[in-house]
């Protein structure tokens, strides 16, 4: 992971602004980095096998959500040359009113971005 960061936090950031229309100041990212003994993955996985989850509110097309993992899966690629392979994502979608931020709940935010895309 170490060896990936960087360029891993870019490619993810890349994905976002292009297909769900992110501002380029909005980066939220973790990075969880797991000790070998404690990250069990298929043989068929190598070493530099990564999990993203992406967190979001809900309200993407379908043709939205795919165009994002095929954008990470190329970009991640390219810019850490981690196999496809070895690459899983996983989008979890929760609504606006189960969320709080900035001492709000998300439903009564003004978004700089729109969700509906």
Same mark, same amino acid.
Request: proline share 3%; with cysteine.
């Given at each position: 992971?170490?060896?990936?960061? &960087?360029?891993?936090? *870019?490619?993810?950031?890349? @994905? $976002?602004? /292009?297909? =769900? ?36 509110? &809900?309200?993407?097309? *379908?043709?939205?959500?795919? @165009? $994002?993992? /095929?954008? =990470? ?40 971005? *729109?969700?509906?895309?």
């Amino acid at each position: 992971m170490e060896l990936h960061r &960087d360029n891993l936090s *870019k490619a993810i950031h890349q @994905a $976002l602004v /292009k297909e =769900l229309k992110y501002p380029e100041e909005k980066k939220f990212q973790r990075f969880i980095s797991l000790e070998p003994k404690n990250f069990v993955y298929p043989a068929d996985r190598s070493t530099s096998y990564v999990i993203i989850e992406i967190s979001m509110f &809900d309200g993407r097309t *379908k043709e939205t959500k795919k @165009a $994002l993992s /095929k954008t =990470l899966f190329k970009n991640i690629s390219n810019l850490c040359g981690i196999d496809s392979n070895d690459i899983e994502i996983t989008i979890f979608e929760t609504s606006q009113e189960n969320c709080g931020i900035r001492g709000k709940s998300a439903d009564e935010l003004q978004l700089d971005y *729109k969700i509906n895309i």
